[in-house]
Every structure is written in structure tokens, then in C-alpha cells.
């Protein structure tokens, strides 16, 4: 499967080289396997070719506001999976972006598989500065990956600053993601767009009634080297993997409504057969 | 203070004694029975058309700390020396502008021409200056010869309190030479130590300290232009130069640059100061330089060169060990991109502020929102990792991905007494739990929040649309509260 994905994306390269295409059309390199992104479930890799192409930029929004627990989780995971690459992560957040999201939490981000010392957090006065240190960021070389987060669509971030952004990430073949907090649909000039939203978790094989591995629903709207497409993904923090996780958890409440008696005695057994009473008139 | 035309003349006034008193004013033809020490309605009298200011000591200080940076452009080393006058240890560096009579005269000559009445003087002892400007027709001591200079002046001369010299006037010492061959036991023995040791600071038997306003850096390089520059790429260029010359001098000393300071003198007399820092020490001029471009860059929209600058100096205020990368031709690749990122955290560190650019800080306690703390990428120690999680604890996840610094109130319905929360309202969405884990009990920590703060029972909750959240109850019931209130404090992914 994997080689014939090979084929075609050689051949997609010849043809868009016949074609006279630019070289800024995002075609795959064909023998560079190793500069991909993967999610580590064949079904999605396949379907991506191999993965998400490292030196581009991708974006992953979320419709809500309270979705971005889901978003950067996501994120996060995907990056622990593909951190062999050594070097800092470096997460820009949009004061926009900070004043609903929270903070990350180091225990938060080692339990997903990221090292909290690779992390370098950037806080930027303002939009302006930000897509500065965006820009700046992306023509680093030595950075394992970096995340741009902003709350919904703020003109400043245009089409051609993610132009220039995805160009400079392309230059120094870092993976550049931009994470939209509660946004809408917005043409940009990232190589994927992915939408991810929270869904109820796989069964815990140990604690029936307990949260098991994170689902989520995948949703890519937009993909410039291939077709769009959507998965249920469950993150499996042992195997460092994300499996598709298709099967329906129905969401059953495992909490009772009604509490259960603690610490007191149990209701009194019943005493003997009830008789029928006699009439009282 | 000069006269300005055509606004009415000027004095100054305090509250002495309980008496409105003139503590300063112009120096006019139109003021003249005015005097120092009159009282405010006396002048009034004599000229009804003077305009009266209070006299503001802060401001006046402001000015002499102003004036004394401005100072820095001859001597690093500029200390004050009471309410109106500086020392200027020009030990070394009065040839660099043509002797001590021109570099007295350049003083004068800039300092009055911003509008300022200055008294110069120049001598072996800060003492002897002090006097000498204050009492003296010299201006200058010749090596060694303040002695003689000194000796007609009046005891004031000496920097003692007005009851000193009034005592000493009395017993007939009128001059500092009275002093100097007279017993001196009993001269303590009456007055105390302080008249001697003035005496002996200014004749030089003993040393005078000078504190400096600002330390002294580890090196110094400047340059300065007859005409001053105004043009930022000439700018960019002469920090470039600054810093290459710097470099030979960090080599030598085995030492890399940690934070430095780049003082733009203006021809008008102000002073622009920027400071840069390296997270970790560096010998590379282009690199140090880059520093100053970004913080220029950020500084260009509100800031103009106006007049130009005059001079520009670069003084490294910290150095560290440099240590040459030994492992450099090994692993190549990897301390390549160690130094590009160290580079780019201090590039971004000058751009935005170094409280901008932060890394995790571990600490060493179990309430989740101290368990970390930002710190700023520039002050962080190399290769500090965090404590690793046992696997366990990374298989399972407990531990929220985003936290929220303040924990957000909700409305719940929960079980009595340590259930979990069955529904609850949080940013005025409804969530319908339908999974939960807990309680984690968490105590406080009593001998930071006192014994009377509340233990907290988190949860880790799954609605039935899949949000994943950490709650915590406020409290115990009836053990520590009646009615405990219920907080959101994270989501998981």
C-alpha cells in the first residue's frame, strides 16, 4: 500500500512538473518519507500520502471557544508522536487568543508525551508582534515545530501573511501550525485544514465508568495535494498512536442519578408477610 | 537661572520657618532688592509683577539625575554630592578631550548653552573641588597644589553643618588654613571626628570614596561624531563597529556577553538607553548586534533621532565564562541548531521584552496552578528538565492540558456529600455529565493559606457531547463547609 502511495505521488509530480507548475504548489517530494508527519493509523497516512508534509503549514480550528481543549490536545498528541525531530516547540499565543484558552499546564503536556522543557511559550504584546514572531520563528531552522495560536479570524492574519509565513516554513523545512481558536472557515495558504471537535471517549478497559483514551473527530476540510475527508481518531498514549475509532460509543450516563446511602444504615428489612388490613370503617 | 524675556520675572519660593521665603530666582536688572532668604511678601512689595513658583525638590532632582547621566559622556564614573552639585572622577580621561581647562570649558559650554548656570572645578581631592568651586577664584588646581588654594577659603568650604562652622567661627577659625597646624585631639575631643576627616578628605591625607550613580561596566567602547547622526542605518552600522571592537577585548578576558547597554547621547542632551540581554553568553558581533536591531525596530515607531546623537557607547554590564563548543565538529548538526534556537530566544527576548518570551518552571508542590511557574527563556538554566512522570501516570491521563490561572465558578448539581457533579452551567452552556472519575482529594497547603483554607475534590468529568473537564468541589461538607462551591479548573483534550 505504502509503495503504491509512492507511485502515485511520483507521479503526481511529474505530472505537475509537466504541467509547469511552480515550485510553489506544494508537491511532495516522492523519496522523502522521512519529512513527513504521521498520525501512525494507516487509513489517515494513506490517505494524506504518508502523512502531513513537514516543511508546510497546517492549520486545525476549532468552531468553539471551548473546543481548543480538544484542538491543542490533538495538536499536542500529533506532536509527541512526531517529536524524534530534536529542537524546541515553540507556541506563540495571540493575547486574544489567552484570555479564554487558559495555560498550558506542564503535567498536562507530559501526560500527552511532550517534554514541558522543550516547550518555549511566546506572549506577544499584540496581533502585530505576533505575526512578527510567527515570521521570525518559521525561518528558524532548528525548531522541532511551531504553533501559532489566534482566537478567530483577525483580518491582520491575511492571505498573504500566511503566504509569507507558509514560504518561510517551507525555506527551513519546519512544521509551522496554525491553531484557530473558535474561527470560521478562512481561505489561507495552509497545505491542510483541519477541523477537530471533541467526541466521547473510548471505553476505559479498566474502570468501566471511567474517561478512557480521547476521541476526536477529524475533520479535513481542506487539502491541497489530495481529497478532504473525516475520521474518528482515539489517542492511544501508550502506543504514542492514534487509532480510528469508529465503533459508536453511545454516551450512557455510568452516574447515577440518584446517590447512593453512605455511612448509614441499610433500610430496614421487611418483617414478615404484609397481611391485609381490616377495613377501618 | 537666565532671563527670559518678555514673561514676568521669575522666583522661587519654600516654606521656611513657617515664613514664605525666596529660595531661588532669576538673575535680572528687574529683579534688583530681591534676594535670597527674603521673605515672599517683601518681594512682592518691592516688585508686585514677579511670578512666584514653589520650590519642587523632587523636580530639582530629577534634573541633577538627569544632568549626571548626561555627564556619563566624560567619566563613567559621576556620583552626586548633595542637592545641587556632582562629582566627576576625571582621573584618566581628561586627556581624551584636550586636558582638564578644555574639558572644563566643554562642560560649561554645552551645560549653559541648555539654559543651565553651572560652577566648575577641578582638583586633586573631591573636597578640595567642592570648595574651590563653591568658595574659590581657581578653577583649577595644578597637581598637587590645592593646598594653598584652599587655605583662604571660608569653612564652609569643608561640606560641615552651619552649627560646626558657627562654633568653630567662634573660636576664631575662620578659614580652612586656621586648621591645618593647630592640635587635633582636642579639636575632636570638641567638635567630634567629622571636621577632621573633612579636613583631611580635602587636603587628600585620606581617601574619599565616590559611589557612582551606576555601576561600572565590564568594558566600555564608544564612539563620537562631530556632526551627530541621525540616519538609522549609520546607527545600525556604528553598533555594529561598537560591538566588533568589544570583541577582541571578550576574547582576551575569556569571556562572553550576557546583557549590554547601548547609551545614545542626543546632541540636545538626552539620553536614550537600551538594554539587551543573551540567554547565554555571546562573542559574535553580528549576533550582538542583531540584538540592537530588533530593539530598535520595536522602539521605531515611537521614537525619532531628532537632532541626531552625538555619541554612542556600549557597555557590556554583564559577562560570563565563554566556553569554546568543544563537541562542535562532532555532533555538529546538533549544537548548530542549540545555538539557532539560543539566538532566536534572545532575538525575540530583545524584540517583545524578556517577560515575553517564557519556559515551564517546575515547583515542588501538589495545588495544580503552583505546580509551575513562566519564567523568562533569558534567566532559565541550561538543561533543566522536568521531573518525569512514572508510566503509570503517563498511560493514564489526570492531568488537564489547558489550566485555567483562576478557577471558574460554576452552578452544579452534585451528590451529597463527595459525589461528582451530576449537571452543571459553566459559561452559561449546560453540561450533562455522563462519566466521571474522582474524587482526588487534594488538602491545602496550610502553612502558606492558613488552616482555615479549604481542601478541594477534583473530578475528571465527560459530558455527553465529549468535553472533558476537571472540576473541583470548594470544600468538605460540614466537616469544613455547609455549601461548597464548584470550580472548572481545566479541560483535557
Redesign the interface.
Known amino acids: 500500500m505504502r509503495r503504491q502511495t509512492a507511485n502515485l505521488a511520483t507521479l503526481k509530480h511529474v505530472v505537475s512538473s509537466l504541467e509547469g507548475r511552480n515550485e510553489h504548489q506544494f508537491v511532495p517530494d516522492p523519496a522523502s518519507d522521512a519529512t513527513r508527519l504521521t498520525f501512525g493509523e494507516e487509513l489517515l497516512d494513506d490517505h494524506l500520502e504518508g502523512g502531513l508534509l513537514s516543511g508546510c503549514m497546517h492549520e486545525i480550528r476549532c468552531d468553539y471557544a471551548r473546543d481548543i481543549g480538544a484542538a491543542s490536545a490533538f495538536l499536542c498528541a500529533f506532536l509527541a508522536r512526531n517529536h524524534a525531530r530534536s529542537g524546541k516547540l515553540v507556541w506563540i499565543v495571540d493575547p486574544a487568543a489567552r484570555i479564554d484558552a487558559g495555560q498550558m499546564s506542564p503535567d498536562g503536556l507530559w501526560q500527552l508525551g511532550l517534554d514541558p522543557s522543550d516547550v518555549i511559550l511566546v506572549h506577544p504584546r499584540d496581533l502585530k508582534t505576533a505575526i512578527w514572531t510567527a515570521g521570525e520563528s518559521a525561518r528558524e531552522g532548528g525548531l522541532a515545530a511551531i504553533v501559532f495560536q489566534v482566537k478567530g479570524n483577525p483580518k491582520m492574519l491575511d492571505l498573504s501573511v500566511s503566504r509569507k509565513l507558509m514560504l518561510r516554513a517551507q525555506a527551513s523545512q519546519t512544521p509551522f501550525f496554525l491553531l484557530r481558536q473558535g474561527g470560521q472557515e478562512e481561505a489561507s495558504s495552509a497545505t491542510t485544514r483541519w477541523q477537530v471537535t471533541p467526541l466521547s471517549s473510548d471505553q476505559n478497559q479498566d474502570f468501566k465508568q471511567g474517561i478512557g483514551p480521547m476521541r476526536h473527530r477529524l475533520t479535513l476540510e481542506r487539502n491541497r495535494t489530495g481529497q478532504t475527508g473525516n475520521w474518528p481518531v482515539s489517542w492511544q498514549s501508550a502506543q504514542r498512536t492514534f487509532r480510528h475509532a469508529a465503533t459508536k460509543i453511545s454516551p450512557t450516563r455510568y452516574l447515577s442519578a440518584v446517590s447512593t446511602s453512605r455511612d448509614r444504615p441499610d433500610l430496614p428489612l421487611s418483617m414478615g408477610q404484609i397481611m391485609a388490613f381490616e377495613r377501618a370503617s | 537661572m537666565k532671563e527670559l524675556p518678555e514673561t514676568p520675572p521669575l522666583v522661587i519660593f519654600d516654606t521656611i520657618q513657617n515664613a514664605l521665603r525666596i529660595t531661588a530666582h532669576e538673575k535680572s536688572e528687574r529683579l534688583s532688592g530681591i534676594y535670597v532668604g527674603q521673605s515672599l511678601s517683601d518681594a512682592r512689595a518691592i516688585n508686585p509683577h514677579i511670578e512666584c513658583i514653589e520650590h519642587d525638590y523632587s523636580a530639582d532632582n530629577a534634573l541633577l539625575h538627569s544632568i549626571a547621566r548626561w555627564c556619563e559622556r566624560y567619566t563613567p564614573l559621576v556620583s552626586m554630592s548633595g542637592e545641587d552639585g556632582l562629582f566627576l572622577d576625571i582621573t584618566g580621561c581628561a586627556h581624551l578631550f584636550k586636558g582638564e581647562a578644555a574639558m572644563l570649558e566643554d562642560i560649561e559650554k554645552r551645560l549653559v548653552g541648555q539654559g543651565l548656570d553651572v560652577k566648575l572645578a577641578c582638583a586633586d581631592t573631591p573636597g578640595a573641588a567642592w570648595a574651590l568651586c563653591r568658595y574659590g577664584q581657581t578653577r583649577i588646581a595644578k597637581p598637587s597644589g590645592h593646598v594653598p588654594l584652599i587655605e583662604p577659603l571660608p569653612l564652609q568650604g569643608l561640606r560641615l553643618g552651619k552649627d560646626e562652622v558657627q562654633a568653630l567661627n567662634k573660636l576664631g577659625f575662620k578659614t580652612i588654613g586656621c586648621l591645618y597646624n593647630i592640635p587635633r585631639a582636642p579639636l575632636a575631643a570638641r567638635f567630634g571626628s567629622l571636621v577632621l576627616s573633612r579636613l583631611d578628605q580635602a587636603l587628600g591625607d585620606i581617601d574619599e570614596v565616590l559611589s557612582p550613580l551606576r555601576p561600572v561596566s565590564e568594558l566600555v567602547s564608544e564612539k563620537r561624531f562631530a556632526d551627530p547622526i541621525v540616519d538609522e542605518e549609520d546607527i545600525k552600522r556604528t553598533i555594529f563597529l561598537l560591538c566588533e571592537n568589544a570583541v577582541p577585548n571578550l576574547e582576551r578576558r575569556g569571556l562572553g556577553m550576557q546583557a549590554c547597554e547601548l547609551i545614545l547621547f542626543r546632541a540636545n542632551g538626552e539620553i536614550e538607553t537600551i538594554v539587551t540581554e543573551a540567554s547565554t553568553p555571546l562573542r559574535n558581533a553580528s549576533r550582538m548586534a542583531a540584538l540592537f536591531d530588533e530593539r530598535l525596530a520595536?522602539l521605531h515607531d515611537d521614537w525619532e533621532a531628532g537632532f541626531g546623537f552625538d555619541i554612542l557607547r556600549l557597555s557590556i554590564l554583564r559577562a560570563a565564562p565563554f566556553h569554546e563548543d568543544q563537541q562542535k565538529l562532532i555532533v555538529k548538526e546538533?549544537a548548530?541548531?542549540?545555538?539557532?534556537?539560543s539566538h532566536?530566544?534572545d532575538?525575540?527576548s530583545a524584540?517583545?521584552?524578556k517577560d515575553?518570551?517564557?519556559?515551564?518552571a517546575?515547583c515542588d508542590t501538589h495545588i495544580?496552578e503552583r505546580?509551575?511557574a513562566?519564567q523568562s527563556?533569558l534567566d532559565a538554566e541550561e538543561a533543566?528538565?522536568?521531573p518525569?512522570?512514572n508510566t503509570h501516570?503517563?498511560?493514564?491521563?489526570?492531568?488537564?492540558?489547558?489550566?485555567?490561572?483562576n478557577p471558574e465558578r460554576v452552578d452544579a448539581i452534585a451528590?451529597?456529600?463527595e459525589?461528582?457533579p451530576?449537571k452543571f452551567l459553566w459559561?452559561k452552556?449546560s453540561y450533562d455529565?455522563?462519566?466521571?472519575?474522582g474524587p482526588e482529594r487534594i488538602a491545602c497547603e496550610w502553612w502558606k493559606d492558613g488552616r482555615t483554607a479549604y481542601t478541594r475534590d477534583y473530578f475528571?468529568?465527560?459530558d455527553?457531547?465529549?468535553?472533558?473537564?476537571w472540576l473541583f468541589r470548594h470544600g468538605l461538607y460540614e466537616r469544613e463547609t455547609q455549601a461548597p462551591n464548584w470550580y472548572v479548573h481545566?479541560?483535557?483534550?
Request: hydrophobic letters at 45%; aromatic letters at 8%.
Open positions: 520595536a546538533q548548530g541548531t542549540a545555538e539557532e534556537t532566536l530566544i532575538r525575540l524584540r517583545l521584552g515575553r518570551v517564557q519556559v515551564f517546575h495544580p505546580r509551575f513562566l527563556a533543566k528538565s522536568f518525569t512522570l501516570q503517563q498511560s493514564v491521563i489526570t492531568r488537564p492540558l489547558i489550566l485555567f490561572s451528590e451529597v456529600p459525589g461528582p451530576l459559561r452552556v455529565v455522563v462519566r466521571a472519575e475528571r468529568i465527560e455527553r457531547e465529549g468535553y472533558r473537564l481545566g479541560m483535557f483534550g
